[in-house]
């Protein structure tokens, strides 16, 4: 059973536009989310990532939105570059004992592609 | 600033054979993991550790043995390979305490095939 899903395996967008990748998870007891890029041949490196208090974290072109009634979190590139075509996870994680959440459960990702 | 380093970057092995991929961070990070990646399945938790002597499974852990006698390393031991086993494999390490705990640094990656 997927706990958290990236429903679109790939995206397409041009240089300049919005890229809105989305993602789903159905753990309720999900408290902490974040984004991940990979490039081929590299490890995921950290992106954003948004406390389940919140409802949106920005980071220069990078912002996440989070619903928590809908289990579903976004995120937003603008304006999307070429150098941004990789690929995008979204992981989650739950708090574990004492307090430290410490296991990832990451979504397939979407690949995303800007054309110049 | 050498992070999360993992060595071999690529390795074939024969089913049956045994290795130890190797996993080092200098961030003096308490969490480590390690993480398979197959096409099209994501990330999938092997095994983890909160601390030197302390290691619990993930997962999809069968097949992995890890240990962890050091803060700064975590090696992931493959018993007997199979071709199931062949996959890309990333270690990642994490403060584990306050608002970057979970944060995650991923190493490069090793490459394993498994024939």
């Not at chain 1, 967008?13 to 974040?34: A, H, K």
């Amino acid at each position: 059973d997927q706990q958290v899903k990236q429903n679109s395996p790939s995206l397409s967008v041009q240089e300049g536009r919005i890229s809105i990748l989305n993602c789903d998870y159905t753990n309720s007891m999900f408290d902490y989310f974040l984004w991940y890029k990979k490039y081929p041949a590299e490890g995921p490196t950290f992106l954003i990532s948004i406390s389940s208090i919140k409802d949106k974290n920005e980071d220069g072109r990078f912002t996440v939105f989070l619903n928590k009634s809908a289990k579903h979190l976004s995120l937003h590139i603008v304006p999307s570059q070429p150098g941004d075509s990789a690929v995008y996870f979204c992981a989650a994680s739950e708090r574990g004992s004492g307090g430290s959440n410490y296991k990832l459960t990451f979504g397939k990702g979407t690949l995303l592609t800007v054309n110049p | 600033n050498a992070g999360v380093t993992q060595t071999p970057k690529f390795q074939v092995l024969k089913t049956g054979q045994s290795m130890t991929l190797q996993c080092a961070q200098d961030m003096n990070h308490e969490y480590m993991s390690w993480y398979r990646q197959d096409p099209g399945m994501g990330l999938r938790l092997i095994h983890y550790s909160v601390g030197a002597g302390i290691t619990d499974q993930g997962e999809v852990p069968n097949g992995y043995n890890v240990s962890r006698s050091t803060t700064e390393d975590f090696p992931l031991r493959l018993l007997s390979a199979a071709p199931s086993q062949t996959s890309v494999y990333f270690c990642a390490s994490s403060y584990g305490a306050g608002l970057a705990k979970n944060i995650q640094y991923f190493g490069a990656g090793t490459r394993l095939s498994v024939l």
